[in-house]
């Protein structure tokens, strides 16, 4: 008798999260809160866990590093009064990751780490192939894919090998380059908090950043006066009352031309806290207002030229350089779906409810940035993504007939199923 595989009937579901990071859980636990069948695809916070330094700290208060679900019963200071953490400043990553890990177990407990290879769409529907070769369909994807396919290398060190020019996204543990010369390039939080952590494993470090370093003001959050919070209020990202105009109305920034948008990102530049200071002023060498003008090979050391003329022996640089949005590097997303997104910089047009120009592709999280602004690079940013995502969804949802295509798409593989048996029972009694 013939062996006869039976196609599996592939899993139907309103929306499938691409991503298990904050913005991908909070927005699972809304889309889960509107009743909806949800997939959510990804290892649980794994940049936070494996791609960020241990002994990191995070700049953002804990109040501002909240994770969302639709009834707030899994916010962080829940976490920290069952975990008996206290409430401290500067906020050490582990006490997030394992807020996040907390939060998952509770709002969204049902996380396949399978990693998405492909996403296709077809007959208005997208089908999600994953690495282990199952495939599901849903009315609605959300990429809440984080930073790490976006991590930026400037030209000039592009070709160069991973033993002497690495990512910051690529390490975890620092104890590899003790008693080593390392360069950090970049100016921001994370460039300053490596240097520091470079320099306490052993290193000897150079930062070089293009512009002189934004020290940020010692955090006063739990002392300022009440003419300080008129004049600054308090807000996730920081006190002020432009960053509590991103914060209070979080769809605001939306509204503004494209080109103001994309001139205030620009401008709007990460500095680096003040608990960080004396942890490298005196102890690294900060080359601040300078560039690396040349580079070369020479020796398994790398020989660098800075734009002021002097000269640097390293054996490795680090690029702690940011992250640039560019759907082109996104692995999973099949070149004719990539075909169908409108871009701009290669970086996916959005409507106010963070659909792309394909329906029912949404897009949260950095790469949202450009339409939404500087709140949706952090953390703070993801209840709103979150709310207003499933809000769509659920409204798309509600405009589709009882009878979902996926529905009768299913009964007609389980009829083809039902036949091959049925041709396979005759040619075994033929046999016979």
Known sequence: MPHVEERLVRQAFDAVVVGAGPYGLSTAAHLLGRGLRVAVFGRT??????????????????????????????????????????????????????????????????????????????????????????????????????????????????????????????????????GRDVVVIGGGQSAIEYAALLHEAGAAVQVVARRPIQWLAPDRSGARSILERILAPDASIAPGWTNWVWDKRPWLFYRFPLRWKDSYNAIYHSGATHWLKHRVVGKVTLREGRTVAKLKVAQGKLDATMSDGAKVRADHILLATGYTVDITRLPMIDPSLRAEIETDRAIPSLSHWFESSVPGLYFVGLTSLRAFGPLYRFVAGCGAAARRVADAVARQRSRRPRTAPARDGAEKVRRVVARDRAVADSVSRGQK
């Open 45 to 178: 916070l794994e940049m936070w866990r494996e791609h960020m330094p241990q002994g990191m700290l995070l700049r953002s208060h804990w109040w501002a590093t909240n994770l969302s679900d639709p009834r707030q019963d899994h916010g962080f200071e829940r976490f920290l009064k069952q975990a008996g953490h206290e409430r401290g400043y500067p906020l050490p990553l582990q006490t997030f990751v394992d807020y996040g890990l907390w939060f998952q177990q509770r709002a969204v407990p049902e996380v396949d780490e399978t990693y998405v290879s492909s996403i296709e769409r077809q007959d208005g529907r997208f089908l999600i192939t994953l690495e282990d070769g199952r495939e599901v369909e849903s009315h609605a994807v959300v990429m809440a894919i984080g930073v790490y396919y976006y991590a930026h290398r400037p030209e000039q060190f592009t070709g160069l090998p991973p033993e002497l020019v690495s990512h910051s996204s690529e390490h975890r543990d620092f104890g590899r380059f003790k």
